[in-house]
């Protein structure tokens, strides 16, 4: 059997629209194992009866990938996904079953696959690598595309620093809200973005957790996708009021993510209990950075 977990992931963090992401402590895991014939797919905990336990399963059409690529067909497969990862939230579950999908069929079928070459595979099936990278690569990445190949670096988090997540009991599709965003934008909205991107970076590596509440302004997509999401101004100023550094849509929503170094107790409790007055039920959840990302829990 093997075993492979991958971290969620939370992408943009306020200005940086698809070139920053960071993993999250909270995991799915991809289990794949041989049988004699046929596919049998078994989900467990986020997504379950929901989920499709077919070929159009997204794990297993991550492995058709991998198994095309190979010249490999296992004569039966059975799939098992225990996923701790809320689906359609905004926390990378997609990208999780990608990434565990590619590396389980990589370690079945004995292929040698670069971390390049899975985010290019990756990306290909996921059209952006906002919550790709920071899932295969873990900690808090900054990525772009270089003539079709994506080029990433790594930034060191400061100690203590966690994340508090509020996870509404709605989902919403990224390409849904991808929808709602401006084809182009001015130059000072642009220059806004570059300008808070570069902060939040420069901010987190050095420890200044103190500019984060501007660091994580934004104007690309926040504006447009935030309306989509009952009580997330109340939600944001009720964060930022229990002590939260900084406060941001989580990739495309409508979890909202706070970063803060205390306090994340009563962070959390405010940020539910602010989204319960508009109507929403919400669960939080206290996270830290994850500074590993996918990998392979064992093989049998």
């Not at 642009?190 to 590596?205: D, E, M, S, T």
């Not at 101004?233 to 706070?258: C, D, E, Q, T, Y």
């Amino acid at each position: 059997m093997i075993r492979v977990q991958v971290p969620a992931t939370t992408a943009n963090l306020g200005p940086g629209f698809d070139c920053l992401g960071m993993a999250l402590e909270l995991y799915n895991i991809v289990e794949f194992s041989k049988i004699p014939r046929g596919l049998i797919i078994e989900v467990e905990g986020e997504g379950a009866g929901n989920l499709a336990c077919n070929e159009g399963n997204l794990v297993y059409r991550a492995a058709r990938q991998v198994f095309d690529r190979a010249g490999y067909m296992p004569a039966g497969l059975r799939i098992r996904l225990i996923n701790g990862i809320p689906v359609g939230r905004g926390l990378g579950s997609s990208a999780s079953a990608v990434i565990g999908g590619i590396i389980a069929a990589k370690m079945l079928c004995g292929t040698d696959l670069s971390k390049r070459e899975i985010l290019a595979l990756a990306c290909a099936m996921e059209g952006h690598p906002d919550n790709i990278a920071p899932a295969l690569l873990g900690g808090l990445v900054i990525y772009a595309s270089v003539d079709d190949e994506i080029t990433w670096t790594k930034v060191d988090l400061p100690a203590g620093l966690k994340t508090v997540v509020a996870v509404p009991d709605f989902t919403m599709s990224t390409r849904d809200t991808r929808e709602t965003l401006p084809h182009m934008v001015t130059m000072r909205d642009a220059v806004f973005n570059i300008g808070r991107a570069a902060l939040l970076v420069a901010a987190l590596q050095k420890g200044d957790l103190s500019v984060l509440g501007t660091a994580m302004e934004d104007k690309l997509h926040q504006p447009f996708r935030s309306g989509m999401i009952p009580g997330y101004k109340k939600v944001v100023s009720a964060a930022r009021l229990a002590g939260a550094r900084g406060v941001a849509l989580s990739g495309a929503g409508p979890a909202i993510i706070a970063l803060a170094d205390n306090n994340q107790e009563l962070i959390a409790e405010v940020m539910k209990e602010t989204f319960r007055e508009s109507g929403v039920n919400a669960r939080s959840l206290i996270l830290a950075p994850s500074p590993v990302g996918a990998r392979a829990l064992e093989v049998i």
